[in-house]
């Protein structure tokens, strides 16, 4: 995909381990990157450079919670692209002890913030999926050959987290189909 240099890029989760090397490799490309991260897991000091100078100005991030449909709105609003990273997740233990509130909390996340791209009229939504939303066998393979999308059904992930990532790529995908987002 060609994003152009001049599009305002957000990126939700911006400030975790992912999100904040994409956000630095971005903004070493040139980009004009915002951050919306909560800094549950994510810190703000993953996005300083190797001379301690923050990658963004203070004034592109947004500390917020964004199952909170007001917040997403709020970040959203006036972005051309939205790379969507957040979601709760925090190893294996909490997630399977926590599957619940895992869970619904990244349904939310994952339909605010696509709700708000869709009513904010963002060019570009893209949604970070993960290998936790394959079905558990194929992750229990030693060795596994690189997953394809259609591995993914029929579906059976292991864990709460998983499959709020695969209900938030199948939303996403929906939008697409129904040309509610590019």
Request: net charge positive; with cysteine.
């Amino acid at each position: 995909m060609q994003i152009k240099k001049k599009y305002k890029i957000l990126v939700t989760g911006g400030a975790g381990m992912i999100g904040s090397n994409l956000v630095k490799k971005l903004v070493l490309k040139g980009y004009k990157v915002y951050v919306a991260d909560n800094l549950w897991r994510g810190k703000k000091k993953y996005l300083f450079s190797k001379n301690n100078k923050l990658v963004i100005p203070e004034k592109n991030f947004y500390q917020v919670d964004l199952s909170q449909y007001k917040n997403c709105l709020k970040v959203t609003n006036k972005m051309d692209v939205v790379v969507h990273l957040a979601d709760v997740v925090a190893g294996i233990n909490y997630v399977f002890s926590n599957e619940s509130f895992v869970f619904n909390s990244n349904i939310l996340i994952n339909s605010n913030t696509l709700k708000a791209c869709i009513a904010n009229k963002v060019k570009k939504y893209i949604y970070a999926g993960t290998a936790c939303s394959y079905p558990k066998s194929k992750q229990s393979i030693i060795n596994p050959p690189p997953f394809k999308e259609e591995d993914v059904y029929p579906a059976e992930p292991e864990s709460a987290y998983g499959w709020s990532k695969l209900m938030g790529e199948y939303e996403a995908e929906l939008a697409f189909k129904e040309k509610l987002i590019d």
